[in-house]
T-cell receptor
Framework: DQQVKQNSPSLSVQEGRISILNCDYTNSMFDYFLWYKKYPAEGPTFLISISSIKDKNEDGRFTVFLNKSAKHLSLHIVPSQPGDSAVYFCAARGSGYALNFGKGTSLLVTP | DTGVSQDPRHKITKRGQNVTFRCDPISEHNRLYWYRQTLGQGPEFLTYFQNEAQLEKSRLLSDRFSAERPKGSFSTLEIQRTEQGDSAMYLC????????????FGSGTRLTVV
């Protein structure tokens, strides 16, 4: 039972444009959400997070939006750069210590 | 701070053999996690340690799997009687305060069972 879903396996965006990665979740007990970025042959790297009491968190070019009523979050990257090309994972935490990850979205930023 | 270190990076083993992986977390991190990632999937939680205490285990962690963190520093994950379905990337992560930031992952150990 996939509690965190990333329905777009891949996304291609031109350099300089906005990349929007989406994530849906089913468990209303999740209270903390994170985005990780992963390059091949490396472990995931923490990117940005948001608590369920907020609806937006911004860090440089990266902004995460949370819509609790829709159980939806999104990651915006503006402007997109070729170095942003990677797999992006959405993750959520409930009452325990485990993170529940989506299957990832592969982002390709083309020059 | 050299990050989270995992050893070995790759392991090929025959079905039925036992394997052991090691994880060295960031030195001041008291929390340590093991995850497993298969092709096309996100990481799946296996187990969590706070210091030397194993506080949470996933139902994915069958009785063939055992994890230890004897002195609250490095951790080992052992798989006994490996099966082809155990082939995956095994990721270790560590953190100080899980609710305030994401944790730091190692590069993983890729296990191939033939």
């Amino acid at each position: 039972d996939q509690q965190v879903k990333q329905n777009s396996p891949s996304l291609s965006v031109q350099e300089g444009r906005i990349s929007i990665l989406n994530c849906d979740y089913t468990n209303s007990m999740f209270d903390y959400f994170l985005w990780y970025k992963k390059y091949p042959a490396e472990g995931p790297t923490f990117l940005i997070s948001i608590s369920s009491i907020k609806d937006k968190n911004e860090d440089g070019r990266f902004t995460v939006f949370l819509n609790k009523s829709a159980k939806h979050l999104s990651l915006h990257i503006v402007p997109s750069q070729p170095g942003d090309s990677a797999v992006y994972f959405c993750a959520a935490r409930g009452s325990g210590y485990a993170l529940n990850f989506g299957k990832g979205t592969s982002l390709l930023v083309t020059p | 701070d050299t990050g989270v270190s995992q050893d070995p990076r790759h392991k090929i083993t025959k079905r039925g053999q036992n394997v052991t992986f090691r994880c060295d977390p960031i030195s001041e991190h008291n929390r340590l996690y093991w995850y497993r990632q298969t092709l096309g999937q996100g990481p799946e939680f296996l187990t969590y340690f706070q210091n030397e205490a194993q506080l949470e285990k996933s139902r994915l962690l069958s009785d063939r799997f055992s994890a230890e963190r004897p002195k609250g520093s490095f951790s080992t994950l052992e798989i006994q009687r490996t099966e082809q379905g155990d082939s995956a990337m095994y990721l270790c992560a560590s953190s100080l305060a899980p609710r305030k930031s994401g944790y730091t992952f190692g590069s993983g150990t890729r296990l191939t069972v033939v």
